[in-house]
């Protein structure tokens, strides 16, 4: 009969795979396939087994055609155990380090009753460890089955395991055990390898005829790797470039410090790619509990998650590197723990985590770091949830389960909660890292651009944060502060253009200790919160937080925030000193290119020094250098380092071989060399383009002067075309567009003959029966027969230009007293559903003035918008801003209605539970509702 694999769940299990090249050698067994004593037709049966310890009845066999009518596959006889529980092993000598074990049998079902087996490699010296086991049907547990036995034909089983898994074990006795029912068994082998590999997979491999150990012979899959895990100290993965591959990569083993194991690319081209289809639960890469590992140039796209280094009950791990990786496309808006066993929720590009069973109270509350040293630098994620997150679900408030996290150098474009999200963090630092982009999903946890929470001892540094769209989520910050960290310094790092606060303190788990906020520069961020408690430059909470300091920070307020740092926030545990306090308008202008067109116009150049006759004539700024340090500073400039790091400088020059740019910053203002950027001029009297770098490690910020030093030589004639900060190398490069115009703005009060509330006629009747006009307050929710309410504001828009492009459309309400029963707060909560805005150009029924058809008349967009959360607390405010697609459904030359409901209408409990929010009757003018529109008119 035909030798058939058989299909095995076991990560640890291989199948009809015996190493391919010569490397690995055969242990050598006592009677290994059953050919003593030698039997013959006339002789067909011998009882017990030679060579092996044997427990119960059975016996060699000659394969004679009675026997099943089957030959062995080897040689003439095999065992047969057609008898309940038998069982078999072989003492196999002792357990070396770092070497690999096969333990690999032929299995035929025979039909002489239920059949079982399990295979076992065990130490026996106290029989305290079992290195590798697998069972067929085993009563024990029905639910599990390793592998399968196809009925009528031979299959080979075989069991592998690393003894780098077991340190402890190394030197012990151990030997292989078959334990069976109804079962025989043939060809028994231990094969034994203690070499070091390099696998190599490429789409133009083979898995069947090649050995996958060279780059001649590589194979095409992940396939063939199972039965080499884990991988030892020293081995690599290499997959080759340009091959894209849609399968997971699940991974064992760990290396040593002075052999770390490897997955890395070879060959030429580009990043090999390992690409999903599930966004949901579909993983790329998957390292369980990795230590001395490193992982570079691959990328991955298309799944819930990019690397998951993955720890089960495995504490004391030590420095895994990732570097030069790149990650796209992970946006599964599922963020449930439970969906995925509690391991993991958000799509993140690197993620640390698993399982901590042995972290409880049981155990005397002793708690776990599982990885120490974990570098992750030069990597790019984009459209992801996170570049970097961290959880464990139980217990979910430790400080120290990652020890000594380094992030250098990486990039998130557009990630949901941009580059990290760290928790549970004990020392290390995020350097350099930049988030641009972000948000933009409605999500009820809200999304910022990076966030910190029950961690300690951590330094961000020189990283960037800027551009989060809170769409119509809550937050929408730069950084979160999220609550219980210790020791965290947050230094030289740049905020700026975010929807909300460019720096969040909250207090989640318990406040924070001992934070410091220092030499940071912040403009023009709470763009559009989605309330005024957010509504500030850098936004805190009510919190107790202690030794904490915000110190020497450069804050530019934006023109929609209120304040620079919150009024509603309780700064009695922080030092605030040394911020310089200015409004971003007055500085997100100034000019970044001189091109002196202009005769006689230095456009501001002063103070030179060692250089005379500087003079603009002909395009040119001119001059001679009549020292070794010729030198000029520009006028005041604004430009972040990092989105325009270049100084671009056309100019020629008679002597000198050696140019300088120096530069100050919004929160360093010494000239000093350290912050000043060399470069090599050619002396030959023609016009050369110098791209000088600023943005260098230690560099960041916002340059605000910069001064030109154009030669270090005495006597140079020289002429400057000009001088540019710019965000390119191309010589051919477009001079920026001129500034949009700010928008106009006008701001409307709903009318009061027109707002209200509607309700419904009866509960889920979709009908409205009646509303009212004059009350001081409308109501969203139902009331006690379960009938919904509706609010409906009126806006007369008919001033705004007839030629108007509305660019920003934001209505406000405020809320009005205690809710009325159990009504939900925010949206993760939501018997309600979310607090939905419907928008109608015009009037939602036949006339502006209210009536009860407007409960269920069409809108021009239905859920256009939303609140992030219903207003809490009495008096709060919270905006709904409509997206730039819905724009056009502000009319210009009449009125303009929104309506205010659920998006459940009831919640069926036969009891009153609504908000009140202030219409236009209110007596408080400040409290009534307003529409915010901003505009361009040609």
Not at 221 to 247: C, D, I, Y
């Amino acid at each position: 009969m035909k030798n058939t694999s058989c299909l095995i769940a076991c990560m640890m299990l291989a199948l009809h795979h015996g190493p391919a090249n010569a490397a690995p050698v055969d242990y050598a067994l006592s009677n290994p396939s059953f050919e003593s004593p030698t039997l013959s037709l006339s002789n067909t049966w011998s009882s017990g087994v030679v060579g092996w310890n044997s427990i119960g009845s059975i016996g060699t066999t000659f394969a004679a055609s009675w026997v099943q009518g089957t030959p062995a596959p080897q040689g003439n006889q095999f065992l047969y155990g057609a008898s309940d529980n038998w069982q078999i092993f072989q003492q196999t000598g002792t357990l070396q380090a770092q070497t690999r074990y096969w333990f690999q049998v032929k299995l035929f079902p025979l039909s002489t009753g239920t059949q079982r087996v399990s295979l076992a490699v065990e130490e026996t010296d106290t029989f305290s460890a079992t290195f590798v086991e697998a069972h067929y049907k085993p009563t024990w547990n029905p639910a599990r089955q390793d592998f399968a036995l196809p009925a009528n034909q031979w299959s080979t089983v075989t069991l592998s395991f690393n003894s780098s898994d077991w340190p402890t074990m190394v030197g012990k006795n151990f030997r292989i055990r078959v334990n069976g029912f109804h079962v025989a068994v043939d060809q028994a082998r231990l094969i034994v390898d203690s070499e070091i590999y390099q696998f190599h997979i490429s789409n133009s491999g083979n898995d069947g005829s090649n050995t996958g150990k060279s780059a001649s012979s590589p194979w095409q899959t992940f396939n063939n790797l199972g039965a080499w895990l884990p991988l030892s100290p020293g081995e690599k993965v290499l997959l080759h470039r340009g091959s894209t591959f849609n399968q997971e990569l699940n991974l064992r083993g760990k290396g040593t410090t002075s052999a770390p194991i490897e997955l890395s690319a070879y060959g030429s081209g580009a990043n090999p790619i390992i690409s999903r289809t599930d966004l949901a639960n579909h993983l790329c890469v998957v390292w369980n509990n990795a230590s001395y590992v490193r992982i570079n140039q691959i990328d991955c796209r298309n799944a819930k998650m990019g690397i998951f280094l993955r720890y089960v009950d495995n504490p004391n791990n030590f420095d895994v590197r990732i570097d030069q990786c790149n990650f796209k496309d992970m946006t599964d808006g599922t963020l449930n723990p439970e969906n995925h066993n509690y391991e993991f929720a958000y799509s993140d590009a690197i993620f640390v985590g698993g399982k901590d069973g042995i972290s409880n109270l049981a155990n005397n509350g002793i708690f776990y770091t599982f990885i120490n040293g974990l570098y992750i630098t030069n990597c790019v994620a984009e459209n992801v949830a996170h570049g970097f997150g961290t959880g464990w679900y139980y217990p979910t408030k430790y400080r120290s389960r990652v020890r000594n996290l380094y992030m250098e150098d990486n990039l998130a474009i557009n990630c949901l909660n941009g580059w990290a999200s760290i928790i549970g963090v004990d020392g290390g630092h995020m350097k350099r890292c930049h988030s641009v982009g972000g948000g933009g999903k409605d999500t009820w946890a809200g999304t910022t651009l990076g966030m910190i929470q029950t961690s300690q001892n951590f330094l961000i540094q020189d990283c960037e944060f800027s551009y989060c769209d809170r769409a119509q989520a809550g937050d929408g910050c730069g950084f979160d502060f999220e609550g219980d960290t210790s020791n965290i310094t947050f230094d030289r790092n740049t905020i700026h253009n975010n929807d909300a606060a460019g720096i969040l303190i909250l207090d989640s788990l318990g406040p924070h200790a001992n934070l410091v906020i220092s030499n940071n520069t912040l403009y023009n961020n709470a763009k559009d919160p989605w309330n005024s408690y957010i509504n500030s430059e850098i936004q805190g909470s009510q919190a107790a937080h202690t030794g904490s300091s915000i110190i020497n920070n450069g804050i530019y307020r934006g023109s929609t925030s209120i304040s620079f740092l919150s009024t509603n926030t309780n700064w009695s545990g922080f030092t605030i000193s040394g911020n310089r306090q200015f409004e971003a308008s007055n500085y997100m202008n100034r000019p970044r290119w001189w091109n002196f067109d202009s005769i006689g116009n230095l456009e501001g150049w002063a103070g030179f020094q060692q250089w005379t006759s500087n003079t603009v004539s002909s395009g040119n700024l001119f001059g001679l250098s009549t020292g070794v340090d010729p030198f000029a500073y520009s006028p005041p400039t604004f430009a972040n380092m990092t989105l325009q790091p270049f100084v671009w400088i056309r100019m020629r020059q008679s002597a000198g071989t050696f140019g300088q740019v120096f530069y100050i910053t919004d929160t360093d203002t010494a000239w000093n060399g350290a912050k000043s950027a060399a470069f090599t001029v050619i002396p030959d009297n023609q016009y050369r383009d110098y791209f000088v770098d600023l943005d260098q490690p230690g560099n960041d910020g916002v340059v605000t002067q910069i001064r030109l030093d154009p030669t270090a030589t005495a006597n140079s004639t020289m002429a400057v075309d000009f001088v540019r900060i710019t965000n390119s190398t191309d010589v051919n490069q477009p001079a920026p567009s001129t500034a949009p115009a700010v928008p106009l703005q006008m701001v409307f009060t709903s009318i009061a003959a027109d707002d209200g509330y509607l309700t419904e006629s009866s509960a889920n009747s979709g009908v409205g029966g009646s509303g009212d006009s004059s009350s001081t307050t409308f109501r969203v929710g139902d009331d006690a027969s379960n009938r919904a309410y509706r609010g409906l504001l009126s806006f007369d828009t008919s001033p705004l230009p007839d030629n108007a492009t509305v660019v920003e459309a934001t209505i406000r309400i405020t809320r009005i007293g205690n809710p009325t029963g159990i009504v939900p707060i925010g949206t993760k909560d939501k018997p309600f559903g979310d607090f939905l805005v419907d928008v109608k150009n015009g009037a939602l029924g036949s006339a502006p003035s209210m009536e009860n058809a407007d409960w269920q008349s069409a809108p021009s967009k239905s859920a256009a918008s939303k609140f992030a959360y219903n207003a809490y607390a009495d008096l709060q405010q919270i905006n709904s801003r409509l997206e730039v697609p819905d724009l056009i459904h502000i009319k210009l030359t009449g009125k303009t209605q929104y309506r205010l409901r659920n998006g459940i209408d009831d919640d069926n409990d036969g009891v009153a539970d609504f908000m009140s929010y202030a219409t236009s009757d209110h007596p408080t003018a400040s409290y009534r509702p307003v529409l915010t529109i901003k505009y361009t008119v040609p």
